[in-house]
């Protein structure tokens, strides 16, 4: 079946430091792909996407490029802050209209 | 941007009782609403779709008897958890699928149960 593998957390990295979070698929037909932050206590924003293969989804300095051939799509920003410490979700959407298969998300802290 | 409302943000009820929680497009119409569970530090799990104008369609594990979904109007969707059980303490995240801009979430209901 359709699934989403995220890389484990927690990651605590330093203010400015680089980040990625590995995010791999398994899915049926061509898949859009999702990258969701929560913060403590809230639901989900949407923080990027890409609906087709090669396609880079960006957004306050996040990028996520779909890479059909590694079937990944890998979230990284070249310099974090404090206020991006949140729980990251990796998803995808098979169907138009259809329901969102979530990864496990990855907790990510970033220490002054 | 689109925007999702959900009411409670959090409830405390007592087992036995049953509780309503509502979620609503504010500024689009959603013929397809989706229902969360997600347990502390753990990913989200997909309880069931809700289709406006008809019967809910359920994710396999999940008592439809128990959660009732009734999505009557083109913005409004609610998740009935019937007769809470401590068991049934979870955070309760709606969703709905906007036009062009993806996903939309509702920001959560804390359900506890005593």
Same mark, same amino acid.
Request: hydrophobic letters at 35%; a negative charge.
């Given at each position: !079946?359709?699934?989403?593998?995220?890389? &484990?957390?927690?990651?605590?990295?330093?203010? &400015?430091?680089?980040?990625?979070?590995?995010?791999?698929?398994?899915?049926?037909?061509?898949?859009?792909?999702?990258?969701?932050?929560?913060?403590?206590?809230?639901?989900?924003?949407?923080?990027?996407?890409?609906? $087709?293969?090669?396609?880079?989804? *960006?957004?306050?300095?996040?990028? %996520?490029?779909?890479?059909?051939?590694?079937? *990944?799509?890998?979230?990284? $920003?070249? *310099?974090?802050?404090?206020?991006?410490?949140?729980?990251?979700?990796? %998803?995808?959407?098979?169907?138009?209209? !259809? =329901? +969102?298969?979530?990864?496990? !998300?990855?907790?990510?802290?970033?220490?002054? | 941007?689109?925007v999702?409302s959900?009411?409670?943000?959090?409830?405390?009820? $007592?087992?036995?009782?049953?509780? =309503?929680?509502?979620?609503?497009s504010l500024d689009?119409?959603?013929?397809?609403?989706?229902?969360?569970?997600?347990?502390?530090?753990?990913? +989200?799990?997909?309880?069931?779709? *809700?289709?406006?104008?008809?019967? %809910?369609?359920?994710?396999?594990?999940?008592?439809?008897? =128990?959660? +009732?979904?009734?999505?009557?109007?083109?913005?409004?969707?609610?998740?009935?958890?019937?007769? %809470?059980?401590? &068991?049934?303490?979870?955070?309760?995240?709606?969703?709905?699928?906007?036009?062009?801009?993806?996903?939309?979430?509702?920001?959560?209901?804390?359900?506890?149960?005593?």
């Amino acid at each position: !079946g359709d699934s989403v593998t995220q890389m &484990e957390g927690p990651v605590t990295l330093s203010e &400015e430091a680089f980040l990625t979070i590995n995010c791999t698929y398994t899915a049926t037909g061509y898949p859009s792909l999702f990258w969701y932050v929560q913060y403590p206590g809230e639901g989900l924003q949407l923080l990027l996407k890409a609906t $087709k293969a090669d396609d880079k989804g *960006s957004n306050k300095g996040f990028e %996520a490029t779909y890479r059909k051939e590694t079937t *990944s799509f890998h979230l990284e $920003k070249g *310099s974090v802050q404090v206020s991006d410490s949140a729980v990251y979700f990796c %998803a995808l959407s098979v169907d138009q209209g !259809g =329901k +969102l298969i979530f990864g496990q !998300g990855t907790e990510l802290s970033v220490k002054p | 941007g689109a925007v999702v409302s959900q009411h409670p943000s959090w409830v405390i009820c $007592k087992s036995g009782t049953s509780v =309503k929680i509502e979620c609503r497009s504010l500024d689009f119409q959603a013929t397809t609403m989706f229902w969360y569970r997600q347990f502390p530090k753990q990913s +989200l799990m997909l309880m069931a779709t *809700s289709n406006e104008g008809s019967k %809910a369609t359920y994710e396999q594990g999940v008592e439809k008897d =128990k959660f +009732l979904i009734n999505h009557a109007s083109l913005t409004l969707s609610t998740l009935t958890v019937t007769s %809470a059980h401590p &068991e049934d303490s979870s955070f309760y995240i709606c969703s709905a699928r906007d036009q062009g801009e993806g996903y939309t979430f509702g920001s959560g209901t804390r359900l506890t149960v005593v």
